[in-house]
């Protein structure tokens, strides 16, 4: 019997090799496993916090792809729709140590792996479609037409159900044919989502404006309910058809690994949203989760769970001030 699910998202999970020591990679002698995958990072952290989340995809049949699932396991995430592809392998990637908190090298091994071969074949809608809420990422589209054309399934068919949908663009540009590509296929992914979470410099990339309350209206202007803008250092912007602002960003002692603060960011949002919190509340839970990310090595590594994040919350530790938050016109 399939479980009744509060999320479902799809994408590509791959081991990933992160570096023991700093230096360039090709230096390095000691590498420590652990999972990657903007997707995955999602469904790890929602379900830390108590929801039920149901990842699709592909896997080999090798030890990675056995890793993968075994991970789902520990984590609580449900695989029921996670196929074993014999014909193609689990990817993996190689990522850098950084002691100065500059993002990591990250080496890709994903050329042809099982992921890549998803289609709308991988569908089920008894599974797919009592969800409450679809998150999509842009990497899963960028995989392979195929893929790109799961992901406007998932989306058109989760849309005509009544159903929520967020959307983190996640650029990743090298995995498109051309920019232009990338830019319309994103674009129209973004065009069927309740929430869409950009990074500035992607949203630069997307829609051509380099203002923040900009690229919020483009998104507005095709359907969005809502736009949230990471900004760095800065925070967050978020902006609906009534309101819009800045929630600061959250103060960290050290940086040690940024790779995986946006999904951070998006389990934040996406976790306060389904629970009926305003926006500001939703982007300053975001920020809280993000900077948690940043001081660990890996990841989902810093992804709270259910106790942790209650305790920080009850504390009143990262809470939204009024001194906090902003109105756009203060970044200008």
């Known amino acids: 019997m399939k479980p009744t699910l509060d999320v479902i998202t799809y994408g590509e999970a791959m081991a990933m090799f992160v570096a023991a020591e700093t230096g360039a990679l090709a230096d390095v002698s000691r590498f420590t496993r652990r999972i990657a995958g903007a997707d995955l990072n999602v469904a790890i952290g929602l379900s830390r916090l108590g929801f039920k989340v149901g990842w699709m995809s592909r896997v080999g049949d090798d030890s990675f792809g056995q890793y993968v699932r075994d991970t789902l396991a520990k984590e609580g995430v449900d695989g029921g729709c996670v196929t074993t592809d014999k014909r193609y392998p689990t990817g993996f990637q190689l990522k850098s140590k950084n002691d100065d908190g500059s993002d990591p090298t990250v080496e890709y091994f994903r050329k042809g792996s099982a992921a890549s071969h998803l289609s709308v074949e991988d569908y089920v809608p008894d599974y797919v479609l009592p969800a409450r809420h679809l998150h999509l990422t842009g990497v899963a589209p960028a995989l392979s037409p195929t893929s790109c054309e799961l992901a406007f399934h998932l989306a058109k068919e989760m849309r005509a159900a009544g159903k929520t949908i967020s959307f983190d663009p996640n650029l990743r540009p090298t995995l498109w044919p051309s920019r232009e590509a990338m830019v319309a296929s994103l674009n129209a992914l973004a065009a069927h989502a309740d929430w869409v979470l950009p990074g500035i410099g992607e949203g630069e990339i997307l829609t051509g404006h380099t203002k923040p309350e900009d690229i919020a209206g483009f998104y507005l202007d095709r359907g969005a309910r809502g736009v949230i803008i990471k900004l760095g250092a800065k925070g967050a912007y978020f902006r609906t058809a009534d309101d819009a602002g800045v929630i600061a960003s959250q103060p960290v002692a050290k940086v040690v690994d940024t790779v995986g603060a946006g999904d951070g960011f998006a389990v934040g949002v996406v976790s306060a949203l389904l629970e009926g919190r305003a926006l500001p509340e939703a982007v300053a839970r975001g920020n ?26 009850r504390g009143n530790l990262f809470a939204t001030t009024d001194t906090e938050r902003k109105v756009s016109e203060t970044l200008h």
């Open 288 to 313: 809280r989760i993000g900077a948690l990310a940043i001081q660990v090595i890996g990841d989902s590594e810093g992804l709270p769970t259910r106790a942790e994040l209650d305790a920080l919350e």
